[in-house]
T-cell receptor, first 116, second 115 residues
Framework: AQSVAQPEDQVNVAEGNPLTVKCTYSVSGNPYLFWYVQYPNRGLQFLLKYITGDNLVKGSYGFEAEFNKSQTSFHLKKPSALVSDSALYFC??????????????FGTGTQLKVEL | ETGVTQSPTHLIKTRGQQVTLRCSSQSGHNTVSWYQQALGQGPQFIFQYYREEENGRGNFPPRFSGLQFPNYSSELNVNALELDDSALYLC??????????????FGPGTRLTVL
């Protein structure tokens, strides 16, 4: 089965500084990787995905992610953090299921706190 | 905001009762997936429906069941509720590609509390 790991429960960063939220993956075959953000008492919002091609993926709200095959990582980045970026971030990997469908397997989440 | 809607927003039930949660998928999407997110955890896959058929299921007991309707909306039914069923239930819609590259767009969720 495919899996992702988010090694940090919480990341703190000052507003205006660059941020990185880490994710590593373990897959058989080609990895299809996703980042989602969740604000309190809300559903998940899609940020970006890596399927193939350019290792630097650009997404919503100024976020980007760098796919690194040798390090099996897919870290989420933003050049300049905003207080409004404070939220829970989930990395996920596509996994096939019996029956022909596919599911997302999520990491445990990283709480990002951006302070003034 | 995605076009995925869920109802109700909140629900309180007692142990042993049954509950039905509803999801309307985004326009143009034909696939619905359901996830359970317990407090402090990542979402866990329950099952997926494509063209009104279940085409994948996670490690959930049979008392979790679902339906998908011709307009691609969906229901999640849970029988014999247990305290551990208290969670945020998320619905996600997508356009099935067969390649696994489709993006799942999530609704706001239904918060279920079992007392």
């Amino acid at each position: 089965a495919q899996s992702v790991a988010q090694p940090e429960d919480q990341v703190n960063v000052a507003e205006g500084n660059p941020l990185t939220v880490k994710c590593t993956y373990s897959v058989s075959g080609n990895p299809y990787l996703f980042w989602y953000v969740q604000y309190p008492n809300r559903g998940l919002q899609f940020l970006l995905k890596y399927i193939t091609g350019d290792n630097l993926v650009k997404g919503s709200y100024g976020f980007e992610a760098e796919f690194n095959k040798s390090q099996t990582s897919f870290h989420l980045k933003k050049p300049s953090a905003l207080v409004s970026d404070s939220a829970l971030y989930f990395c996920a990997v596509r996994d096939m299921v019996t029956g022909g469908g596919n599911k997302l397997t999520f990491g445990t989440g990283t709480q990002l706190k951006v302070e003034l | 905001e995605t076009g995925v809607t869920q109802s109700p927003t909140h629900l309180i039930k007692t142990r042993g009762q049954q509950v039905t949660l509803r999801c309307s998928s985004q326009s143009g999407h034909n696939t619905v997936s359901w996830y359970q997110q317990a407090l402090g955890q990542g979402p866990q896959f329950i099952f997926q429906y494509y063209r009104e058929e279940e085409n994948g299921r996670g490690n959930f007991p049979p008392r979790f069941s679902g339906l998908q309707f011709p307009n691609y909306s969906s229901e999640l039914n849970v029988n014999a509720l247990e305290l551990d069923d208290s969670a945020l239930y998320l619905c996600a819609s997508s356009s099935f590609s067969g390649t696994g590259t489709d993006t799942q767009y999530f609704g706001p969720g239904t918060r279920l509390t079992v007392l």
